[in-house]
């Protein structure tokens, strides 16, 4: 079964700093990688994907992802954290074995940007 | 672009009554999710259509029925509602299955079961 990971349930950055949100990954043949963000009661908004190509994605309100092959992971970056970055981040595979296709998502990860 | 419109809202509703969530879509997007979302446990799909008149069952599907008469709408049954179901709900939808193709998301549906 495809499943990916999210291992820490909470990042704590300060403003300005770099910022980095953890998935690893467990697929069979190709992965295809996405990641959303949450604000509170709000719906998930698409920030980026891999599907294939260079390893290293750019995405929305400057956000970017490095996959890794070699250690399966997919993890998010941001060079310069804002205040307003703080939400859920969820990581998500697209699951292309089943007739579903659909995203399987790890159990996401609270980032809070302190000023 | 208004994307995905769910309704209602917010809702809450009594243990054993039938609910419908209403889910449309403006984009003529082919394939269309149900997912629910719980603390701790993320994003669990329900059911799915991946074209009008066609439907499939996801990870979590008891409880729960849908129908595609078409490509815009896809909305969700819950025959006789319990306290489990107390959840929010995302109605989802892609231009295909093509692994590049991305699932775009409704606001959500707040439904509490009492």
């Known amino acids: 079964a495809q499943s990916v990971a999210q291992p820490e349930d909470q990042v704590n950055v300060a403003e300005g700093n770099p910022l980095t949100v953890k998935c690893t990954y467990s697929v069979s043949g190709n992965p295809y990688l996405f990641w959303y963000v949450q604000y509170p009661n709000r719906g998930l908004q698409f920030l980026l994907k891999?599907?294939?190509?260079?390893?290293l994605v750019k995405g929305s309100y400057g956000f970017e992802a490095e996959f890794n092959k070699s250690q399966t992971s997919f993890h998010l970056k941001k060079p310069s954290a804002l205040v307003s970055d703080s939400a859920l981040y969820f990581c998500a595979v697209r699951d292309m074995t089943g007739s579903a296709r659909q995203l399987t998502f790890g159990s996401g990860t609270q980032l809070t940007v302190l000023p | 672009i208004a994307g995905i419109t769910q309704a209602p809202t917010s809702q809450i509703l009594a243990a054993g009554r039938r609910m419908t969530l209403r889910c449309t879509q403006d984009?003529?997007?082919?394939?269309m999710y149900w997912y629910r979302q719980d603390l701790g446990l993320g994003l669990r799909l329900i059911h799915y259509s991946n074209t009008a008149g066609t439907t499939g069952k996801g990870e979590v599907p008891d409880g729960y029925s849908v129908s595609r008469a078409n490509t815009d709408d896809f909305p969700l049954t819950l025959a006789s509602a319990v306290p489990s179901q107390t959840s929010v709900y995302f109605c989802?939808?892609?231009?295909?299955?093509?692994?590049?193709?991305?699932?775009?998301f409704g606001e959500g549906s707040w439904l509490t079961v009492v």
């Open positions: 891999y599907i294939t190509g260079d390893n």
């Open positions: 984009m003529r997007h082919n394939a």
């Open positions: 989802a939808s892609s231009p295909g299955q093509g692994s590049g193709n991305t699932i775009y």
